[in-house]
């Protein structure tokens, strides 16, 4: 039997009391599995990281509908810490380290006030064992980092909260493909190894689905598809939505719905 370990129902963002940027969403996401979502520009996936985090607040953003339970429990009025807390941890489509401090006291910050010497050394042998390039940059600013080491900071600056649901956002952003397979490739190996549950938010359908197990695609802050990675990675849709993006004309999934249903019909 699976176990869910989060659920969003019918959710809806409304930033400045004026702009919605998720309109109704629902989704789900199990224990242990690593979820995709999916979405060009502005779909509303960072609002939806944000939602799950609590981090709204920052941007005078509310949650005005729907519910985010996690655990069981509903938190989309809770605080962000108290959802790190709790175990979920955001790593940030932007600003991901702090750029003047060094590699080591990055990974020193977000580990809480109060936890033992034995559990710290533990949280740090963790991120050598994911992430051993950053012992050699131990004492590097991170501000002076490469865009792939700096992600992965980002990651084990994540880890060391010991999340239980780790959030993602933009992954690849201005990243070269070699580097994102190396990132992909850690991260499912610390689902694996720590069966920490992921939910990874990325434009790039190719990048999120060749580790996600389950993928949701998202338009104008509605889900417009759903599937399993394998159905995902297979559907035409997607290959066109996909596709179009590709050729550098950024063409939207409803768009391409039209496009085909216009061929369909009269074509
Ligand atoms: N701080 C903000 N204030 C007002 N509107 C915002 C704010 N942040 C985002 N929005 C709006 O909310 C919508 C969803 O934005 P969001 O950042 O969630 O999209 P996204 O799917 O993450 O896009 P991208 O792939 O470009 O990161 C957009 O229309 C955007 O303009
Ligand atoms: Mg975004």
Same mark, same amino acid.
């Given at each position: 039997m699976t176990n869910?370990? #989060?659920?969003? !129902?019918?959710? !809806?963002?409304?930033?400045?009391?004026?702009?919605t940027a998720v309109q109704g969403i629902t989704l789900a996401v199990d224990t242990g599995r690593i979820v995709a979502l999916l979405g060009t520009n502005g779909a509303g996936k960072t609002t939806t990281l944000r939602a799950i985090s609590g981090f709204l607040g920052l941007d005078d953003a509310r949650v005005t509908e729907g519910a985010i339970n996690f655990k069981g429990e509903r938190i989309e009025n809770r605080?962000?810490?108290?959802?790190?807390?709790?175990?979920?941890?955001?790593?940030?489509?932007?600003d991901k380290v702090f750029p003047n #401090?060094?590699?080591? !006291?990055?990974? @020193?910050?977000? @580990?809480p006030r109060g936890t033992t010497a034995i559990e710290r050394r533990r949280r740090e042998a963790l991120v050598y064992q994911f992430f051993p390039?950053? *012992?050699?940059?131990?004492?590097?600013?991170? *501000?002076?980092?490469?865009? *792939?080491?700096?992600?992965?900071?980002?990651?084990a600056s994540a880890l060391v909260c010991r999340p239980e649901l780790l959030?993602?956002?933009?992954?690849?952003?201005g990243l070269a493909p070699v580097v994102v397979d190396d990132l992909l490739r850690r991260l499912?190996?610390?689902?694996?190894?720590?069966?920490?549950?992921? #939910?990874?938010?990325?434009?790039?359908?190719?990048?999120?689905?060749?580790?996600?197990?389950?993928?949701?695609?998202m338009e104008n802050g509605r889900i417009v598809l759903d599937g399993t990675a394998e159905r995902l990675r297979r559907h035409p849709d997607i290959q066109e939505f996909y596709l179009?993006?590709?050729?550098?004309?950024?063409?939207?999934?409803? !768009?391409?719905?039209?496009?085909?249903?216009?061929?369909?019909?009269y074509g």
């Open positions: 869910t370990l #989060l659920t969003i !129902e019918k959710l !809806e963002v409304v930033y400045h009391r004026a702009v605080l962000p810490h108290e959802n790190t807390r709790r175990g979920i941890v955001l790593v940030p489509e932007r #401090l060094t590699v080591a !006291e990055n990974l @020193v910050v977000p @580990v390039q950053l *012992g050699a940059l131990r004492n590097r600013i991170g *501000g002076l980092l490469s865009g *792939g080491e700096r992600q992965m900071l980002a990651l959030l993602v956002d933009e992954l690849s952003l499912a190996e610390i689902r694996r190894e720590l069966g920490i549950t992921i #939910l990874i938010v990325e434009q790039s359908a190719t990048v999120a689905l060749e580790i996600a197990d389950y993928g949701y695609v179009g993006l590709k050729s550098g004309e950024r063409r939207s999934y409803r !768009e391409v719905k039209q496009y085909r249903r216009s061929r369909r019909w």
